[in-house]
T-cell receptor
Framework: SQQGEEDPQALSIQEGENATMNCSYK?????LQWYRQNSGRGLVHLIL?????REKHSGRLRVTLDTSKKSSSLLITASRAADTASYFC?????????????FGTGTQLKVEL | DAGITQSPRYKITETGRQVTLMCHQT?????MFWYRQDLGHGLRLIYY???????DKGEVPDGYVVSRSKTENFPLTLESATRSQTSVYFC????????????FGSGTQLSVL
């Protein structure tokens, strides 16, 4: 079964609104990463948060991590049509050697004009 | 343009045939990975490699073979293709042992008829 599960599976918002996606995982992690995938393309790394961090920012992205609840959220502020994509969380597992990532099933975000 | 390239972009084959998907990276990254992406499953790790001549199984290795004779190349072979191997295949690379950022190719869409 997947280590990470994103919620919701699909999200549709208007341009300018904020988009929030959640990721839950099952076992202890070294870090958690978020990736974006545009239709028909490979994944692109967005941001990494380590297990000892609670919040991180990068431009319009804000990521939080709650290790006690084994969950993370990705907030995209002031969404643009170009943010339309699928978003995946990926975890590096403690004891997994740190040298591979396990991906969730993704959230499809649609930002409408 | 430097980066990670996959070929072919699209491939149609028949059950029982051998198929090789190519992956080439120009960064001299140590780690390389093969993932498959299927609806409802997200990305699942097939095989990965820590360096030339060092490979290891991921989550779904059955039916696949990899090799890494040179750091920059990491081909994936389906020895006898089955319909269940119809999928989109992504190659990725990472600079160091601790995977803090994966760089993905554009993918190969494989259909097994």
């Amino acid at each position: 079964s997947q280590q990470g599960e994103e919620d919701p599976q699909a999200l549709s918002i208007q341009e300018g609104e904020n988009a929030t996606m959640n990721c839950s995982y099952k076992t202890s992690i070294n870090n958690l990463q978020w990736y974006r995938q545009n239709s028909g393309r490979g994944l692109v790394h967005l941001i990494l948060i380590r297990s000892n961090e609670r919040e991180k920012h990068s431009g319009r992205l804000r990521v939080t991590l709650d290790t006690s609840k084994k969950s993370s959220s990705l907030l995209i502020t002031a969404s643009r049509a170009a943010d339309t994509a699928s978003y995946f969380c990926a975890t590096s597992l403690t004891g997994g050697g740190g040298n591979k990532l396990t991906f969730g099933t993704g959230t499809q975000l649609k930002v409408e004009l | 343009d430097a980066g990670i390239t996959q070929s072919p972009r699209y491939k149609i084959t028949e059950t029982g045939r051998q198929v090789t998907l190519m992956c080439h990276q120009t960064w001299s990254h140590s780690y390389m990975f093969w993932y498959r992406q299927d609806l409802g499953h997200g990305l699942r790790l097939i095989y990965y490699s820590a360096a030339a001549d060092i490979t290891d199984k991921g989550e779904v290795p059955d039916g696949y073979v990899v090799s890494r004779s040179k750091t920059e190349n990491f081909p994936l072979t389906l020895e006898s293709a089955t319909r269940s191997q119809t999928s989109v295949y992504f190659c990725a690379s990472s600079e160091g042992h601790w995977v803090e950022k994966l760089f993905f190719g554009s993918g190969t869409q494989l259909s097994v008829l």
